[in-house]
């Protein structure tokens, strides 16, 4: 069960030397604009993941006239440290060095909730993408091996296609065709089993401000044209040595798992018509979705709600609070006030943040 007890901040935007305990459960930081809020948030989250969820930019984390920023959390009963410069990327386990990031997200499994990284119904495929893999591989991390070598393989072929080198091709294409198939079960595995949780119990739970969800859908959709099995190495790989001429024309594999996305509807009508409020509460739905399958498979996600009073009505935020409780995951969520929440004192910890500094109420 991932529970952070201890967090330190040190020139992360424009949090500098901060330290705070948290609570094993909800954890409120309430400030008003502008004042680190999103940067807490944020920091948390590429401890987790090795990256930010708002800029690919190193500078803008960095602050002005330092050359590094250093993230360390004391998780369950270890220590966890990273360490960040424009030359290198240090991860340390109790001062043993983590060989790569898969192991750091295996250690701080953390799911967002945020209007930054966007809502996933009606999202864009790359964000649909990352919700969808981030489960499979908590679920099934022995994926990750599958996705290192498609990545490797696709940009073989691409070279390939850009400089015409035709003969090469063919083993290539079966190579990608043989991990294509393995990704999209995996992908496809992992929806089955968020639909089977998204069950009557959870709709039950949530209804009380979550209407109309009993009839929320969700389809696969492999990335491949339609005339291909996406569950089939072979069927892949033919289409793909029909379409040579045409790739190499093209000078790259516009098909594939690094184009895959979700479909969602309610009530059979598809996603782009749905009002903004139908997309956010089925993002909402769909998220509280994927933390109970994981946490039904024993994984304990750490979950982080920034600035969602924005999008949400005080209604919604209790009910995803009450049912995120019930889960017993850790929470660590911004705003700027509680007034309207009801929260239970003794299970609580709210900080205040003013100009990057964090207190504790």
């Known amino acids: 069960m991932a529970v952070i007890h201890k967090l330190a901040i040190t020139q992360f935007r424009n949090l500098n030397n901060q330290y705070v305990e948290l609570n094993k ?11 680190g809020k999103t940067s807490l948030v944020e920091a948390v989250y590429y401890l987790g993941h090795n990256r930010s969820f708002k800029t690919k930019a190193l500078k803008e984390l960095i602050q002005l006239n330092h050359q590094q920023f250093q993230l360390a959390a004391q998780v369950d009963d270890y220590r966890l440290k990273l360490e960040k410069s424009k030359q ?46 981030w489960g499979v591989f908590h679920l099934k991390p022995d994926c990750l091996n ?8 696709l940009k073989n072929i691409n070279f390939l296609l850009s400089q015409q080198k035709e003969q090469e091709l063919d083993y290539w294409f079966l190579e990608i065709a043989h991990l294509s198939t393995k990704i999209n079960q995996a992908r496809q595995d992992y929806i089955k089993q ?17 209407d109309l969800i009993d009839t929320f859908d969700y389809q696969f959709k492999s990335g491949w044209p339609k005339e291909v099995n996406a569950f089939n190495t072979d069927s892949i790989y033919q289409y793909l040595l029909k379409s040579k001429a045409f790739l190499i024309k093209a000078k790259y594999l516009n098909y594939g798992p690094h184009k895959a996305s979700l479909d969602f509807s309610l009530n059979n009508q598809q996603e782009c018509f749905l009002s903004r409020g139908e997309q956010k509460t089925l993002s909402i739905v769909f998220w509280l979705t994927q933390v109970s399958l994981l946490v039904n498979n024993n994984t304990y996600p750490i979950v982080l709600i920034d600035d969602i009073s924005s999008e949400l009505d005080p209604l919604k935020i209790q009910t995803i609070l009450n049912y995120l ?37």
């Open 194 to 210: 968020l639909k089977q949780t998204n069950s009557a119990e959870l709709m039950k739970n949530l209804s009380q401000s979550f």
């Open 146 to 153: 599958d996705f290192k070598k498609y990545h490797k393989t």
């Open 325 to 361: 409780q019930q889960l017993k995951v850790q929470i660590l969520m911004t705003d700027i006030g509680i007034n309207t929440l009801t929260i239970d004192p003794e299970n609580t910890s709210i900080f205040k943040i003013d100009k990057g500094v964090i207190t504790l109420s």
């Open 88 to 133: 290198k990327t240090t991860i340390s386990l109790n001062q043993n060095r983590l060989k790569n990031s898969s192991e750091l997200s295996k250690l701080l499994p953390i799911q967002i909730i945020t209007p930054d990284k966007g809502f996933v119904v009606n999202g864009t495929p790359k964000n649909k993408r990352s919700y969808l893999d």
């Open 25 to 35: 459960q909800l954890n409120v930081f309430v400030a008003s604009n502008a004042q």
